[in-house]
T-cell receptor, first 111, second 115 residues
Framework: GIQVEQSPPDLILQEGANSTLRCNFS?????LQWFHQNPWGQLINLFY???GTKQNGRLSATTVATERYSLLYISSSQTTDSGVYFC?????????????FGRGTQLTVWP | AAGVIQSPRHLIKEKRETATLKCYPI?????VYWYQQGPGQDPQFLIS???????DKGSIPDRFSAQQFSDYHSELNMSSLELGDSALYFC??????????????FGEGSWLTVV
């Protein structure tokens, strides 16, 4: 299956700071999603972004499919942004929809 | 908007017991997925169903089985439970062939603790 690598593994920020999380994937994809897992374990959909750029409030994401990476930008971070951010992808050759997850980036935002 | 519904949210079982998790996908979604997330790990794919037929299989133990029913809800049955089965189990659903993209939506998860 497709390999998904995320960096950095851990990130500690002060409230108000900006950050960039990176996701590299080993093969072409037909689905790439970013999730936020909150301290209660819920996986929150942030973006479906197999290519291009999307923005949602303080969050935005860009996927450059030809170079096999995606970036998640968090601006003006808040303590509620803390948690684990996962990138997950579906192999382009697959019609079955199995998502392969990266190991995640643990984000801690201090007040 | 309706989301993926999982039950129970929390479950405590003893070793060698059996547990059943239920999942109700988003209406009109035709594909259901099950994932297992161990402590400190990323979610791992177990099994999926498309239109009530098993469509893909991952690292699901032989002690586990799953099915999707005529109303599209799915159940994950886990027998002879082991301590290592303690994890957060997610159900997810999607609508294949959707023009706007095949976004996969996750439920809130079921916490299973085996003691």
């Amino acid at each position: 299956g497709i390999q998904v690598e995320q960096s950095p593994p851990d990130l500690i920020l002060q409230e108000g700071a900006n950050s960039t999380l990176r996701c590299n994937f080993s093969d072409s994809v037909n689905n790439l999603q970013w999730f936020h897992q909150n301290p209660w374990g819920q996986l929150i959909n942030l973006f479906y972004i197999p290519s291009g750029t999307k923005q949602n409030g303080r969050l935005s994401a860009t996927t450059v499919a030809t170079e096999r990476y995606s970036l998640l930008y968090i601006s003006s971070s808040q303590t509620t942004d803390s948690g684990v951010y996962f990138c997950a992808a579906v192999d382009r050759g697959s019609t079955l929809g199995r998502l392969y997850f990266g190991r995640g980036t643990q984000l801690t935002v201090w007040p | 908007a309706a989301g993926v519904i999982q039950s129970p949210r929390h479950l405590i079982k003893e070793k060698r017991e059996t547990a059943t998790l239920k999942c109700y996908p988003i209406p009109r979604h035709d594909t259901v997925y099950w994932y297992q997330q161990g402590p400190g790990q990323d979610p791992q794919f177990l099994i999926s169903f498309y239109e009530k037929m098993q469509s893909d299989k991952g690292s699901i133990p032989d002690r586990f089985s799953a099915q999707q029913f005529s109303d599209y809800h799915s159940e994950l049955n886990m027998s002879s439970l082991e301590l290592g089965d303690s994890a957060l189990y997610f159900c997810a659903s999607s609508q294949t062939g959707q023009a706007t993209g095949n976004t996969i939506y996750f439920g809130e998860g079921s916490w299973l603790t085996v003691v």
